[in-house]
Structure formats: C-alpha cells, structure tokens
C-alpha cells in the first residue's frame, strides 16, 4: 500500500539537489501536531546532511505553528540517531516502532 492511499491528505515534497530529484519527504498536517510519515533519499544523498535540512526546516515551519512533530521509527534504523541529535524524544511504541516527538522549547 502507497503512503498516497494511506495519508490521502498528506503532503508530498520532492526533493531536489542541484535541481535533480533525489528523495522525497511526507508529512502530514494535523494542526497541534505535524507526522513525518516519510523521507528518503537516493542512497548516493545520504550522509551528507540533506535530511538533516529537511527535519530542521519542518522544526521550524511547526514552531511558527505551535505545533509538534512526531515520527515513528523501528530502534535499528540508523536514522534514530539522527531523530535524537535533532531533540526527537520516546513518547510510546506501537508494535515494533518506537514514536518519537519534537516540541520547540520555550527557551528557544
């Protein structure tokens, strides 16, 4: 099943680097709380700090909304260390996936 037929209301973002596509990102628009459903990059993008960019920019735009992100990743993916240098926290599990949220801090 396609994250298009499952998040019918989800956004969809290709992203591009030097104009070529190489991943796209899915989030989903809740009001208190935005859900990263997806990102992925071509493997010859990664490690280079595009996805790091694109979690930054999401942070910021749900700020501006007083709103959370929230995630869910199994706790092998190495994206997982990614989501807690960027201040992503244990809420719960589901199954086997650990769900993550980011809140902006007050002090920030």
């Not at 071509?42 to 996805?51: A, D, S, T």
């Not at 749900?62 to 809420?91: C, D, G, I, W």
Request: zero cysteines; aromatic letters at 8%; hydrophobic letters at 45%.
């Amino acid at each position: 099943m396609s994250y298009a037929s499952s998040y019918p209301d989800a956004i969809r973002m290709i992203v591009r680097y030097n104009g070529a596509p190489v991943g796209q990102i899915y989030v989903l628009d809740q009001g208190a709380r935005w859900v990263l459903i997806d990102i992925s990059l071509l493997p010859e993008y990664r490690n280079q700090g595009i996805g790091t960019r694109l979690i930054m920019d999401l942070q910021h735009r749900v700020t501006h909304a007083n709103a959370a992100v929230r995630l869910s990743v199994l706790p092998m993916n190495r994206a997982l260390s990614l989501y807690q240098k960027l201040e992503f926290v244990p809420v719960h599990s589901e199954g086997i996936h650990q769900v993550m949220e980011w809140r902006a801090s007050k002090t920030k």
